[in-house]
């Protein structure tokens, strides 16, 4: 849409906006819309509550439109008291029940800086949300948290060792504005990253690792080994593993179907029983398989040859007298060959194949 940076003027400059129509909306989301919607209304200075109608069912669409019909109709005459309840009817039509009191809950209680964000990001967008309060249902006055409540907010929502500082320099808040207390923790943010932090910085011998200050106990507990984790722990983690399922490496901490290192040495055999196994045609692995059974087969009647013939020369030399040496001689001759073509028959016998004549 092309808005009027003023209004009140007819030749005034004009600037392109752009909104999404709504079909359906968080509540963050409803309340943007909302406020998008008020910008178009000045820009292109709608007047009259029935061009205000019009334009809010030209960017409503589906479910949003039809309770925004509804609620109109129900209300009757279309002036600008009833195009307000209209309007706050659809916001509470996207808000969940008791959204005020949850959402004041939770930033008491729960809200915490990340350790991404700076604390000035962290603070605007705590007056962001609490600026927001003011449009949930039930739509009444002073629904916004004082400044009291938002400078407890974010002490409480700093890191620890910021609030030691306020305790070491008897910095005290309740007499600090907002401003000055944001300004404190930028300082000690600021000096943070010139020097490094002043806790628990220090790399730990043992497992190499940094132990931030901000890190939690289940981090910490986690870094460290498993002989070093107390008895608790590992009594837990024992209930979680049947007998006869715990990993043989590490014992109870996990079952053995979740031990990454098993897990890993397992792919690398697998792999390398895929390549060994591509090395090879089948028809390749069969020849080469049958031409070393032939050749261990003659190796071993050749070896019972020897023995044969090593047997033979012994009879020859304990025989006595010429003719008997010359018969034994002839004997032994004869017997040789025998003996070798018997080792012939003997290694054409282990190769017969019994088959049928037809064949």
Same mark, same amino acid.
């Given at each position: ?20 129509? !709504? ?19 000045? +820009? ?17 669409? +589906? ?7 509804? +609620? ?8 600008? %008291? ?37 604390i000035?990001?962290?603070? /605007?967008?705590?007056? %962001? ?38 305790? #070491?320099?008897? /910095?005290? /808040? ?7 207390? /944001?300004?404190?923790?930028e300082? !000690? ?5 010139? @020097? +490094? ?8 011998e043992?497992?190499?690792q #940094?132990a ?7 981090? =910490? ?5 498993? $002989? ?7 009594r ?10 715990? &990993?043989?490496? $590490? ?7 979740? &031990? ?9 055999? =697998? ?8 090395? @090879?045609?089948p028809?390749?692995? =069969? ?12 190796? $071993? ?5 020897? %023995? ?20 034994? $001689? %002839? ?8 003996d ?10 282990e ?9």
């Amino acid at each position: 849409m092309d808005l009027k940076s003023n209004p009140n003027e007819k030749d005034s400059k004009t600037y392109s906006f752009s909104i999404g129509l !709504l079909y359906k909306a968080t509540p963050e989301e409803i309340l943007k819309f909302m406020d998008n919607f008020d910008m178009i209304v000045r +820009g292109q200075d709608i007047k009259g509550p029935a061009n205000k109608y019009g334009m809010m069912r030209n960017l409503l669409r +589906g479910d949003a439109l039809r309770v925004f019909d509804q +609620g109109a109709k129900t209300l009757g005459e279309e002036n600008a %008291e009833n195009f307000t309840k209209v309007t706050n009817k659809l916001i509470e039509y996207f808000f969940p029940p008791n959204a005020l009191v949850t959402q004041k809950r939770y930033m008491r209680r729960f809200m915490r800086k990340s350790r991404g964000m700076t604390i000035r990001e962290f603070y /605007v967008r705590t007056l %962001e949300i609490n600026n927001r309060c003011a449009k949930f249902p039930p739509f009444k006055k002073n629904q916004k948290m004082q400044d009291d409540e938002i400078k407890e907010i974010i002490e409480f929502a700093a890191p620890q060792s910021w609030q030691r500082e306020l305790l #070491k320099q008897g /910095v005290e /808040v309740t007499t600090k504005s907002l401003e000055e207390l /944001v300004d404190f923790f930028e300082r !000690l943010e600021t000096s943070e990253q010139i @020097y +490094g932090s002043s806790g628990k910085n220090k790399t730990d011998e043992k497992t190499g690792q #940094k132990a931030t200050e901000g890190d939690s106990l289940e981090k =910490r507990g986690a870094n460290q080994p498993a $002989h070093r984790r107390s008895s608790s722990s590992r009594r837990k983690k024992r209930k979680f593993v049947a007998e006869g399922e715990e &990993c043989p490496i $590490h014992g109870y901490d996990h079952p053995m179907g979740e &031990c990454k290192i098993l897990m890993d040495q397992g792919r690398k055999m =697998r792999a390398a029983w895929l390549a060994r196994k591509r090395d @090879y045609t089948p028809k390749g692995y =069969r020849k080469y398989r049958d031409d070393k059974r032939d050749k261990d087969r003659k190796n $071993h009647f050749k070896s019972n040859k020897q %023995e044969i013939n090593e047997i033979a020369e012994k009879k020859k030399s304990s025989s006595t007298g010429s003719d008997t040496n010359s018969d034994n $001689h %002839e004997r032994s001759e004869a017997s040789s060959s025998d003996d070798s073509s018997l080792g012939d028959d003997l290694y054409n016998f282990e190769r017969l194949n019994l088959r049928n004549k037809n064949e």
